[in-house]
């Protein structure tokens, strides 16, 4: 069997997949854990060499390559903060949105199942593939286009047997692209984005939950850049944040955690990691290259605002009181005028 690269989130960082790529075997398997793109300053390039690879890698879906598929599909606005006009105004755009949709949730082979984002706990690696081969057969679908515009939004966000169809594919697209935090019983928290030390006794980290069944295989995921590289023995976090000026990982697949190849490069900044999410617009923080330097920019522009802020009522309250002046000296004069008339 060949050698098998996992790879974290690119998400349209094709300079620094390129830098990765040369390191690693020229005739290595590759496996992508979603996200090829958005966000990132080149995301057609990058899916086109994705796409150039053939059946040396393998992909599964993220929510930004959800999101792409939504918005040319017509049922999405685009976000301020997309990066998917060079792919949605490409000559060969149907060809490439046709490539997208045909790729899969989930992908399990050599003891390692790939997701974009988590499992549920009360999911074994079959009931993965199955709920995710049912997701599939409907964005490769004639009608994929009225499927995607039913399934965004956050319910249900538990599993239970007997779901409606569109529920219970909403919830597996939810779970596999989108999941970080759940509580033992399964339910998915959407609000928590922060890394594994933000866990309450209520809400852990989705591969921490007790009785996970899926706690005897190794699963692979991306999309959680706060979380950061994560290796254990049947657990791969690879999102290490490459758009944030984090770094872009691949890890060789092996049976045992002491076999695996850690592979790494430090990737240039090229968005801001307090930029605004979904699209809304924030006010300006100055250009750092490193995520710490933005935290004090964001600080600093923070307590800048504050100070404004402060001036701005400050400046309210003297033009009010030189307006009560104002009005108590024409007083006097106002009522002599109407004594007069």
Request: proline share 4%.
């Amino acid at each position: 069997m060949r050698d098998i690269y996992a790879i974290g989130d690119l998400q349209g960082c094709q300079t620094s997949f390129e830098e990765l790529l040369a390191l690693l075997p020229q005739d290595a398997d590759l496996w992508l854990a979603g996200d090829l793109i958005n966000r990132g300053p080149r995301s057609l390039d990058t899916l086109r060499q994705v796409i150039a690879l053939g059946d040396r890698v393998s992909v599964v879906l993220g929510n930004h390559d959800l999101h792409l598929l939504a918005v040319a599909a017509g049922v999405r606005q685009a976000h301020g903060s997309d990066t998917l006009d060079d792919i949605l105004n490409a000559p060969d755009r149907d060809a490439l949105i046709d490539w997208v949709r045909h790729r899969p949730l989930a992908h399990f082979a050599h003891g390692h199942l790939m997701v974009h984002a988590g499992v549920l706990p009360q999911w074994d690696a079959e009931q993965v593939i199955t709920l995710a081969r049912d997701v599939e057969s409907q964005l490769r679908g004639p009608d994929w286009q009225t499927f995607l515009s039913r399934m965004f939004g956050n319910q249900p966000d538990q599993w239970r047997e007997g779901l409606a169809d569109d529920d219970r594919r909403r919830l597996t697209i939810n779970a596999l692209t989108r999941l970080r935090f759940c509580t033992a019983d399964g339910r998915i928290d959407f609000k928590l984005k922060e890394g594994a030390d933000a866990a309450t006794d209520d809400l852990k980290p989705w591969f921490e939950a007790p009785n996970r069944r899926t706690a005897d295989i190794t699963v692979v995921f991306g999309h959680w850049s706060a979380l950061g590289l994560v290796m254990r023995e049947h657990v791969l976090g690879l999102d290490t944040g490459c758009v944030w000026g984090g770094q872009l990982t691949a890890v060789k697949l092996a049976d045992s955690p002491a076999q695996r190849d850690l592979i790494q490069i430090d990737c240039p900044q090229v968005r801001d990691p307090f930029g605004s999410a979904e699209g809304k617009k924030r006010g300006k923080i100055k250009k750092a290259e490193k995520a710490e330097d933005a935290f004090k920019a964001a600080k600093e522009e923070k307590l800048g605002k504050s100070v404004r802020k402060l001036e701005k009522i400050g400046k309210s309250a003297a033009k009010s009181s030189k307006a009560e002046k104002i009005d108590k000296n024409d007083k006097p004069e106002k009522a002599a005028k109407r004594k007069e008339a």
